[in-house]
């Protein structure tokens, strides 16, 4: 973590110099601008200190790159939250992550979902959820809530029927072959995923498993176009810069115009289903 952090300080130090040096500035230059000591301009540059919102600020200001604030400040506010692992997110439960997920769908308007292996939190039964999250306690030797977390995922599903939100998922075939509990548990969720589709507000969409491979993603979800979450194996990824929420963007863009929804979607799930029971 702490090499991707200076990583990350470094990247944004060397984007700052090369506004700097376009620019025609020299060091000593930015510095009497900025009312700043000499030495600072370096030490931004060179990731010996962390810039404030107010030294960007300055640097667009003076560097006449002011088009590009937006973007500089997403990353340095990115770069000490932007890389989480899963053994501090949930070293008290899973209940306080459920939590986290809870205030980021309620305060974005239009959330976009893909998930190549399971069924979307959001779109999962309490059996199938509980199933999943008890997996993810063993995997990770994190204390053992789930009964809390299942409930407080099932509490993130009211936001589904509320009128000022709008969801598109999108799904891999694979996550409706993928075994999560028992074939019970899977018939159970399969059928609640048919059932789902054509709900107002509600847009699920499955990319077939034969679909041509034009972008090969692991899961994210974009809330609005200010922040995207990816779930990795060993962290979770928080991302804010606006030209890195556009790639998502696109993405998840070329993903749907591959997917199948409405009718053909609910006869691939039953198609599935009656795999399962044959």
Request: with cysteine; charged share 25%; net charge neutral.
């Amino acid at each position: 973590m702490t090499d991707n952090v200076h990583d990350a300080r470094s990247a944004l130090g060397a984007r700052l110099r090369e506004l700097r040096v376009a620019a025609r500035l020299t060091n000593r230059r930015l510095a009497q601008l900025a009312g700043w000591h000499e030495s600072k301009v370096s030490k931004i540059e060179f990731a010996r200190i962390r810039p404030s919102d107010d030294d960007i600020r300055a640097y667009c200001l003076h560097c006449d790159a002011e088009d590009q604030l937006a973007d500089l400040l997403a990353s340095l506010h990115s770069i000490d939250i932007a890389y989480l692992e899963w053994r501090k997110i949930l070293g008290t439960g899973l209940k306080r992550r459920q939590q986290k997920s809870l205030h980021l769908e309620s305060t974005a308007s239009v959330i976009r979902d893909y998930q190549p292996q399971i069924v979307p939190g959001l779109l999962q039964t309490a059996e199938y959820a509980a199933a999943k999250l008890r997996r993810g306690i063993e995997f990770h030797q994190v204390p053992d809530d789930v009964e809390e977390a299942v409930a407080k995922r099932m509490e993130r599903q009211r936001i589904l029927y509320r009128r000022d939100h709008l969801f598109h998922f999108l799904i891999g075939e694979q996550a409706l072959h993928t075994t999560v509990g028992d074939d019970e548990v899977m018939e159970g969720q399969l059928d609640r995923l048919s059932s789902l589709i054509g709900m107002p507000r509600v847009t699920i969409g499955i990319v077939p498993a034969t679909a041509e491979a034009l972008v090969v993603s692991t899961n994210f979800v974009m809330f609005d176009n200010r922040l995207v979450m990816v779930e990795g194996t060993a962290a979770e990824l928080t991302i804010t810069q606006p030209r890195e929420i556009a790639v998502y963007g696109r993405a998840f863009d070329t993903l749907a115009r591959q997917a199948v929804t409405g009718r053909q979607a609910r006869a691939l799930i039953g198609r599935v289903m009656r795999e399962r029971t044959t």
